[in-house]
């Protein structure tokens, strides 16, 4: 059995956080700086464009090292049209995408000195993730951020593995008409984002942010 912490005990453990900014700010606000993050939605709702947006965020804004596992588009031109739209260059070193990994090569690579502070599965479906290899993978880099996409079936995630991972994580984000949507731990002041407002206005006929980026 675990050592007991009193009160006072648990409030003195110190967990490193970040606090996003600008729509990701509003979004999420601050947010431990490791954990599982579960983004799931439909095609053509904005979710690449989610994606990239959140990963400028922490390599730009925040200085974090990040792996995007590109498994479903590989290095295909839509990932490559969206590293341009977003400027992901600038990230440079930071920022860095590979087409094809297994479980096991993820684990070898995560495990290396110096190795990225936070990486995106692209998708669940595709890396093929059971939840049994999801929780030993998840015990195993609990100082990283993990950031699992997932295909969705109407409004809930694809497959049974999709939706225990679903609960289990502790931010999950709906993405749905070029808006995402905070439904776990961590809510900023409005607890949404624009992705693209363009998209946005016709989907759900408002305007609430000044960033006009397509998925």
Known sequence: MAKSLSSAQVLGIRNKTITLSGEWGACIGEMARHGVVFIWGNSGNGKTSA???LCRELAIGQGMKGLFLSLEE????SIQNAIRRFGMQECKSRFQVID??????LTERLSKPRSEEFVVIDSIQYLELSYKQYKAFKERFRSKLIILISHADGKQPEGRAARAIRYDAGLKIWIEGYKAFSKGRYIGHKGEAVIWKKGAKE????INTDNDEQD
Request: hydrophobic content about 35%.
């Open 100 to 105: 094809s990994c297994s479980l096991q090569e």
């Open 74 to 77: 590989g290095y295909d031109v």
């Open 51 to 53: 994606i990239m947006q």
């Open 203 to 206: 989907y759900w006929g408002m």
